[in-house]
């Protein structure tokens, strides 16, 4: 019944070994597998082939998105009626067990458009990077307002609302699944285990681009779909500005004047990290306090060019971080 109901797309890029580590535990799990290659430099087209993967090679000379690759593969399934789609990124592996949990969990609710569940990071030991990875995606099981790059999705009802917003650079999981509850669907989390997740983030600068690019999504997300009663990204939009523009320019403007007032200010960061820490003793403690204050200025930096190119009418450009 599974493999008959369900297909999935990969969408990668130059991703080695992880590709052929996440096309191999598909095999067996679903009917078809498409793979959506953003120009790679590597044998990623080989090896997809080679382990029985339909490649779609996306048009490079047009501005790339992850939302263009993954609404490439969602064409190959245009005529299927298949009823499912897992949509998974190429540097992540399905567990075993999650495909026939999902689709069950799908069937037994069919207001439910979209499920997902526990992606982890398969090397949290490696850097305090892939550990905040790791502490990000232990989100609340239960209804959810959004989805990452892996879940289980129906087709029909992804099809009804459009697919992915193609020009989109980054956050066009959430969005979509914005306009799939204006619809009428259900999102939902899961306890199961889901995929493993290869960030290979072991660079600051990797990390800083992480949250720059996160901070344009909240920009760009709330600047789209702001201003309706689901209020989209804006308060994590405002919390990004306010952290990373708002305060140090206060805190600034009051030391030029030599104002007392200007440390005072400024304590507010330490003591917005010993918040943090005391509030998440057992998810990060100091150190995910410490980098969740330092990651709004990151953000705040991508939501700044995030506005200024959209006054000056310039496209923004992918923000990558491997």
Known sequence: MTLRRCHAVVIGRNEGARLVACLTALRGQVARIIYVDSGSRDDSVVQARALGAE???????????????????????????????????????????????????LVAHPDVAVVCGRRRERHPEASIYNRLCDLEWDTATGEATACGGDALMRLDAVRAVGGYRDDLIAGEEPELCLRLRRAGWRIWRMGAE??????????????????????????????????????????????????????????AGLAVALSPWALLLLSI????????????????????????????????????????????????GLIEYK
Not at 209 to 216: D, E, I
Not at 274 to 293: D, E, I, N
């Open 55 to 105: 490649v779609v090679a996306l048009d490079m000379t047009r501005p790339f998105t992850a939302a263009r690759a993954r609404n490439a593969g969602l064409a190959m399934l245009a005529q299927d009626d298949a009823g499912f789609v897992q949509m998974i990124d190429g540097d992540c592996v399905l567990r075993d067990g999650w495909i026939e949990a999902a689709t069950a969990f």
């Open 194 to 251: 889901m995929t493993l997740h290869d960030a290979q983030m072991t660079r600051f600068a990797q990390w800083w681009r992480r949250s720059r690019r996160a901070g344009h999504a909240f920009a760009e997300g709330a600047f789209l779909h702001g201003k309706a009663a689901e209020r989209h990204w804006v308060a994590e939009a405002r919390r990004s500005l306010f952290w990373g523009v708002g305060l140090p320019l206060g805190i």
């Open 269 to 316: 960061y330490p003591a917005q990290i010993m918040r943090l820490a005391r509030r998440s003793r057992q998810a990060g403690g100091w150190p995910a306090a410490a980098f969740t204050v330092l990651g709004k200025f990151a953000e705040a930096d991508g939501a700044l060019r995030y506005h200024l190119g959209r006054m000056l009418r310039r496209r923004s």
